[in-house]
DNA sequence: AAAAATTAAGACAATTAAGTCCCAAAATTA
DNA sequence: TAATTTTGGGACTTAATTGTCTTAATTTTT
């Protein structure tokens, strides 16, 4: 569904979403701790995050990442869209090329709305997703 | 979602299930050729499941692969289940250990049902796929 | 009985994904 | 300005997945 990769962006996100903004930046490494990660490689994604403005950062003592307020309102896919790109979770789940209304695959109409839906639900904003955490209703480890 | 490997093998199940039955054997070439995929690869993936017998098979000229009516009635997802294991589709989406709904990710609520869905409309006997596609409803390959 | 055709099994190779490391660039502190 | 701390970028390593090849076992045909 999610590569690894993935799955560790959107909770690094949704972690700096929940306890960073502009005036408390986090080191990748406090991240890495918290959702127990090999911090070079969380960097790693981090930096990709960064490039694409997705999340902020700065260098240097009390540098770290950080979510602006706009940031909070992009939509969570988004950080699967950069990290694993799009085709992984719109191509046909039996892998052929041209799969569609027109010419389905013999799971399309019981999988496709299914993965739309899906979809639609990590359109959802950040700042949904890290609300629910700040709320005691969700979770990020353990 | 699925891997690669289980996207073929359920590819070459339903192909046997439209083209085979213990009176008509198919050959692994003429499946890899069918829905283009190296055939030795294939060979691997039709002995995986001929040795959970998922599927039949006989050896020396005339051999090849087929489905019994036994197995038209198994659920699509035993295919799955066997290539890739059941925890691909059941793990938690953003990979923490422990997700439920005591203890739900962000987006466990989200998303869970959807995952669950998914695999319900995968229990539908491979008949009813294979169904589909000697109908014209539905296609292997393109 | 021998030859040919097929699956079975497992070792091997290639590719991709995951993870590490090193050094440069920038910012802060002293 | 020098030392320190952080991100940035890219080369490198490791692990997992995907794909190949070789040989054995079984069955059919002649």
Redesign the interface.
């Known amino acids: 569904?999610?590569s690894?990769s993935s799955?560790?962006a959107?909770?690094a996100v949704?972690y700096l979403a929940v306890h960073s903004n502009d005036k408390n930046k986090i080191r990748a490494k406090e991240i890495a701790e918290a959702i127990k990660l090999p911090s070079p490689f969380l960097s790693k994604l981090l930096q990709s995050l960064s490039r694409e403005n997705l999340i902020s950062s700065s260098k240097g003592p009390t540098g770290g990442f950080y979510l602006t307020k706009q940031a909070l309102n992009t939509p969570?896919i988004e950080v699967v869209n950069i990290i694993d790109g799009t085709s992984r979770l719109e191509d046909c789940?039996?892998?052929?090329?041209?799969c569609s209304s027109e010419?389905?695959?013999?799971?399309?109409y019981?999988?496709q709305p299914?993965?739309q839906?899906?979809r639609k639900?990590?359109q959802?904003n950040i700042s949904v997703?890290?609300e629910?955490?700040k709320n005691g209703?969700?979770?990020?480890?353990?």
Do not use: W
């Open positions: 569904m999610l690894s799955k560790y959107v909770n949704l969570l789940v039996l892998g052929l090329k041209k010419q389905p695959c013999p799971v399309h019981s999988v299914l993965k839906k899906f639900e990590l959802e997703f890290a629910k955490v209703e969700a979770y990020l480890f353990v």
